[in-house]
Every structure is written in structure tokens, then in C-alpha cells.
């Protein structure tokens, strides 16, 4: 019996399938697999602020309305009746010492063990309390970037920096700190960038930067310091500033989170979506390809190499590479 061709429409639904099927991503040359996690799954809100690593393993995540610990598919909640300061969470930091400390409006809070430390001007010398960041030095002592300068805490002691206040701090409304490997901090604020090391101060603005505000600072593993600003990205190895803004491939000038995975692959997160940067070549994330929400306010990469991804108001994601 003669063979009928098939028709050209079981050949389109085959390719349909196929191409479905096979999620390599060309980028990569890898498969990309997006997992979502949002109230219904056990976060305690979905309006997330931030996503960290914990050195032990899993995330810790900071939302509008307390902290999510996700580790080995299990939930942990904390909040206000555990011991947290105030609900709202804008920055986490984790020590290799297991302390965990947490940025809130009202102040900080401090977990240590199960045992919970708060801290504001009433009760410490922390120099005001709406904080916005935080970030610990090789010391395991933290930084806390406020609204009104930067406070230090060591051994119990407190240290404030502002300006004005015989330090060169450029502005008091500090958004984000970065430490780097040899121990220099560098103070993200809404008018430049300010740093020091071995109490020599240093400041940056617009004519070096992108823009004076500005909103993210991360170190990276060869020990190069971005700055996420409202004009875009800029990258300073510590001679020359490279400039990457949305002419470059970046999705948006505003970068709010800045990331790099276990690859080296820079991710910088935006109201609008997510870029990509493995040198030069650049690639995009909406909810097109795999967010569940354009705005991603916090990034990071964890101890198994997946990169997550904190959202305005749709929970948390994140992205898992295979061969």
C-alpha cells in the first residue's frame, strides 16, 4: 500500500512539541528551570524587599511583612511575636557565624542562636533607625546604612559617621554599603559615593559615576565594585569606571539589585526586568521568559548555584541551569 505524506500541520504540531519541550537557552548553551514560591507555597508575604544566602545553605528573605527562611524545601517564619524589631525588612545580612542581622524602619535586629537583640536610638548607639542596608565586614561586625549617616557596631561599641562630622561622608541618606576584600567600605548615598579605609575617606559623584543617587552597591569575586544608580550600572576595578546602560543591553537604567551566580555571570535587576552580563554578551528576563514579576528588588546566587530572584509583589523565584 502506498504511503500517504503527512500533512503539513502534524509537522507543525510536531515542531510545536518539540521546541516546548527543549528549554536550552541559548545564552547558556544550558536548560533553564524556574521554580516559583509565593504565600501559597509558605512565604510568609509577597511583597519582597530582599533575598539572601545563607552560608549553611538556602535563602533568607525579607519582605514588607517579616522574614521567610527557605532551606532544604522547608519553611521558617519570623516576625514581630518571634523577637524581629518591626515587620518590614529592607536588607539581611548573614555571618559565617550564623548571626543574622536585619535592616527594618524602626531599627535593627540581631539573631543569634534562636536568641533575638533589637536595637534603636533609645536603647543603643545606633545613629538613626529607619535603616536601609546592611552589610558585615571580614570581622563579622556590621554596617548599617540609615538615613542619617552610617553607624558601626563593634565588641558593643558604636561608631556613627556624618556628614559634616569631621569625616567626609558626601551625604546623610545612605541606600546601600559594600565592603571588599581588603576591608575598604564603600557608602552608596542619594548624592555620590563615599568610602574609606585605614580612615582615609574617598568620594565619588556624577563626573566618575552615572548618577549621584544611588541605589545598589555590590563586590563581585574578583573584587570589583558595582554601582547600581538611576542612570544605569557602572563597574570600577579600581582604576578605570565602565559605564552600561540600557544602549549597552541592560532592560532599564534604574538598577536596583545587583548579583553575580557561581559562574560569573553579573545579574542586575531593575523595575522593568532583569539583564544578564556574561562578558559582553547581554540577555533579558521578564514575565515573558520566566519572572513572575518584572520588578525584582533583590537578587542573589545560593550555595547550589541557583539564582533567585525577589519580586515587588509576586514572591520569589528562581533559576536553576542544567546541562
Known amino acids: 500500500m502506498k504511503k500517504l505524506p503527512a500533512p503539513p ?3 507543525l504540531i510536531i515542531f510545536l512539541l518539540f521546541a516546548t519541550g ?3 537557552d541559548k545564552f ?4 533553564e ?5 509565593a504565600a501559597k507555597n509558605g512565604l510568609v508575604n509577597n511583597y519582597v524587599n530582599c533575598v539572601v544566602p545563607d552560608p549553611a545553605g538556602g535563602v533568607w528573605i525579607g519582605t514588607e511583612f517579616g522574614v521567610s527562611r527557605y532551606f532544604e524545601n522547608n519553611w521558617y517564619t519570623y516576625n514581630t511575636p518571634q523577637g524581629l524589631i518591626y515587620h518590614q525588612v529592607n536588607s539581611i545580612a548573614v555571618g559565617s557565624d550564623k548571626k543574622v542581622w536585619f535592616a527594618t524602619p524602626y531599627g535593627v535586629s540581631l539573631r543569634d542562636d534562636g536568641q533575638w537583640t533589637n536595637y534603636n536610638t533609645e536603647n543603643s548607639g545606633l545613629g538613626y533607625n529607619y535603616v536601609f542596608d546592611v552589610a558585615l565586614d571580614p570581622a563579622g561586625n556590621p554596617w548599617f546604612a540609615t538615613g542619617k549617616g552610617v553607624s558601626y557596631l563593634n565588641s558593643g561599641s558604636w561608631i556613627n559617621y556624618e556628614k559634616d562630622e569631621g569625616n567626609a561622608l558626601v551625604h546623610n541618606i545612605v541606600r546601600s554599603i559594600a565592603i571588599d576584600r581588603n576591608n575598604k567600605k564603600w557608602f552608596g548615598t542619594e548624592f555620590g559615593i563615599s568610602g574609606f579605609i585605614n580612615d582615609n575617606w574617598f568620594t565619588y559623584l556624577a563626573d566618575k559615576v552615572l548618577a549621584d543617587f544611588i541605589t545598589k552597591l555590590f563586590i563581585d569575586s574578583q573584587n570589583r565594585l558595582w554601582i547600581g544608580s538611576l542612570a544605569g550600572v557602572t563597574m570600577f576595578d579600581g582604576t578605570t569606571f565602565t559605564d552600561y546602560t540600557t544602549a549597552d543591553g541592560l532592560v532599564f537604567d534604574r538598577v536596583d539589585a545587583i548579583a553575580e ?3 560569573g555571570t553579573m545579574w542586575f535587576g531593575t ?4 539583564s544578564a552580563l556574561t562578558g559582553n554578551s547581554w540577555k533579558t528576563y521578564t514575565t515573558k521568559n520566566g519572572l513572575p514579576d ?3 528588588t533583590g537578587i542573589c546566587a545560593d550555595t547550589e548555584g541557583k539564582v533567585w530572584f525577589a519580586t515587588k509583589t509576586k514572591g520569589v523565584a528562581f533559576m536553576k541551569r542544567t546541562e
Open 33 to 37: 528551570q524556574w521554580t516559583y514560591l
Open 22 to 24: 527543549c528549554n536550552k
Open 28 to 31: 547558556s548553551g544550558m536548560n
Open 271 to 274: 523595575p522593568i526586568g532583569v
Open 9 to 11: 500541520l502534524l509537522y
Open 261 to 263: 551566580d557561581l559562574s
Open 294 to 296: 518584572n520588578w525584582v
